[in-house]
């Protein structure tokens, strides 16, 4: 049987402090902890297939993303210009997957793409339309 009150402090090896250096300080003319490294080799490691398929991938997406700015720059029509700008968005989307952040492609989708280009697109419409019957009447 146990007696007294036992303290679970006590089967910790080291005392409870913080910042308490774990070893004693070096002196300046204590050898270095770490071997000098070694040059750098200047072979290139081959390219897996996998990274060379994901590289092909982020230039298609590259391409297609300036591919659509230059759309929505260069278009003469609004729905072109704005099919270009949902091509670009979707590109963007496309880059962010592949660095592994697909909350923030989905994001990008939701909002830029859905709403964004919705809202733009009827605002231009609808506005382009009010300015012609006016010329008309």
């Known amino acids: 049987m146990h007696h007294g009150h036992v303290s ?5 090896k080291k005392p409870l402090m913080l910042n308490w ?3 004693p300080p070096r002196s300046a003319t204590s050898e270095p902890r770490r071997q000098p490294r070694k040059p750098l080799q200047k072979e290139m490691p081959e390219m897996d297939v996998a990274s060379a398929a994901e590289t092909g991938v982020f230039f298609l997406f590259a391409a297609i993303t300036l591919g659509g700015a230059l759309g929505l720059i260069f278009a003469q029509r609004v729905a072109h210009s704005m099919l270009s700008l949902i091509f670009c968005f979707m ?6 997957i592949l660095l592994g952040a697909e ?6 989708i939701l909002v830029y793409l859905a709403s964004v280009g919705l809202v733009v ?3 231009i419409m609808l506005t ?7 010329d008309f009447e």
């Open 8 to 12: 679970c402090l006590v089967f910790i």
């Open 21 to 23: 250096p774990s070893e």
């Open 91 to 96: 590109a963007v989307s496309g880059i962010f």
């Open 103 to 108: 909350f923030l492609a989905a994001i990008q």
């Open 121 to 123: 697109l009827f605002g």
């Open 128 to 134: 382009r339309r009010q300015i012609l019957e006016e």
